[in-house]
């Protein structure tokens, strides 16, 4: 039977997450939230700061193995801490969750490749400036659900890599959508090798953000999740060593993407869930305070419903992704259709259930003096995030 006991170390980094998203991130994101220039989000000392911190604390390189400089958490333990700071900065949570996707691959992937995790991967792990963000570049302009679209020879990613000598030369552009794209270090692209073979035909490269070539635009405005940088990544020739190709284009393909998807929604569903309890949580200790017809709104039934069906919702979409983190770490790849499923049904519940406590807060709900309506925005980014749900679930279908 599974424990749902904690261990004393996860214990201990849950509680230094919680500490530290309360006391630091929390604040910080609430005022960054509020700068309408997204631009300026990002270059103001107050977001570097926090991600220094975050660095220095080890957020940064949880999965990452302790031989590579890592602290190689499973990943139970892992979204854990991003449910953690979910509650407190899911704007935080959203951009750390792939900050490091570059040298976990690179780990996956090319474990004895020396050039590439001294390059990329200890270089990483050691910095505590919180600027070696790095990216995952899939989404495109026209390539967007089509990304898992294994089957159509004719659909595949626009932006190309072309073979020169023993170098690839990348050409195209990735979409605005691109987590972290305007602020990273380095990135993953999947770019076209061989078009003959559809999506399939995608080469999987590691690219420093210093390449000459490699440009970004401005960070995309959005409702919620104003920390989280989006911005799209363009490549004009940008000239890549032959060695910067960790996964060549081929039949495994799908095991990668579906890998990479697998991770991806569960720590997607664990930022709903950290965002439906910081709802969940203000409205619950404004219910036993806020007195109308004689007592306090709590006493009300249809408050309380609305409290009991937020908390309920909370429960069962954290054991649904519990399952999902407890298969990755037993089985290889984890399990697609359990993952996808667990992301959609978090990130439904957060989007209802954040609506919900507004309507516990009343007037009080759509004030931007109180959390409540921050955590509904930010909660419906997260239908689309890592995949739009309505796809996901066709995807997660395929494998009944």
């Not at 305007?182 to 990135?187: K, L, Q, T, W």
């Not at 954040?354 to 509904?376: C, H, N, R, W």
Request: hydrophobic content about 40%; aromatic content about 10%; overall charge neutral.
């Amino acid at each position: 039977m599974i424990d749902f006991e904690l261990t004393e170390s996860q214990k201990q980094i849950v509680g230094t997450a919680q500490e530290f998203a309360r006391e630091v991130l929390g604040p910080a994101e609430v005022a960054l939230d509020k700068i309408s220039d997204p631009e300026q989000v990002f270059q103001g000392k107050l977001y570097w700061n926090c991600m220094a911190q975050a660095f220095e604390l080890g957020f940064h390189k949880m999965a990452i193995p302790e031989k590579f400089g890592g602290l190689g958490l499973d990943p139970q333990s892992t979204h854990l801490v991003w449910e953690e700071i979910a509650r407190w900065a899911p704007g935080f949570a959203a951009g750390l969750i792939p900050s490091g996707v570059a040298p976990q691959l690179i780990c996956f992937l090319t474990p004895d490749r020396k050039d590439l995790t001294e390059k990329f991967v200890a270089p990483y792990c050691e910095d505590k400036s919180g600027k070696r963000i790095t990216s995952w570049c899939s989404s495109e302009p026209e390539i967007g659900t089509d990304g898992s679209n294994y089957y159509d020879p004719k659909v595949h990613h626009h932006t190309s890599a072309a073979k020169k000598g023993d170098r690839y030369l990348l050409t195209g552009a990735k979409s605005d959508f691109v987590s972290n794209g305007g602020v990273a270090d380095s990135y993953i692209v999947f770019a076209c090798t061989n078009p003959e073979l559809g999506i399939k035909g995608s080469g999987t490269f590691v690219v420093p953000a210093n390449a000459k070539g490699l440009s970004h635009g401005k960070a995309l405005d959005k409702i919620g999740l104003r920390v989280l940088n989006q911005a799209p990544v363009v490549f004009d020739e940008v000239e890549v060593p032959g060695e910067y190709l960790l996964f060549p284009c081929g039949e495994l393909y799908p095991m990668l993407h579906n890998s990479i998807i697998t991770v991806g929604n569960l720590a997607v569903g664990y930022l709903a869930v950290g965002i439906m309890r910081g709802a969940y949580e203000y409205a619950l200790e404004h219910s036993k305070k806020r007195v109308q017809w004689g007592k306090p709104i709590f006493q009300h039934q249809l408050t309380a419903a609305k409290l009991f069906e937020c908390w309920q919702a909370i429960e069962s979409a954290r054991a649904f992704l519990w399952k999902g983190s407890w298969l990755s770490k037993n089985k290889f790849l984890g399990d697609v259709k359990t993952s996808l499923a667990a992301k959609v049904y978090a990130t439904n519940q957060a989007v209802k259930q954040t609506a919900e406590m507004i309507q516990v807060l009343g007037g009080y709900g759509i004030s931007k003096e109180y959390p409540v309506e921050k955590f509904a925005r930010d909660a419906n980014l997260l239908k689309i995030m890592d995949g739009a749900n309505d796809i996901l679930i066709a995807k997660a279908a395929a494998f009944l």
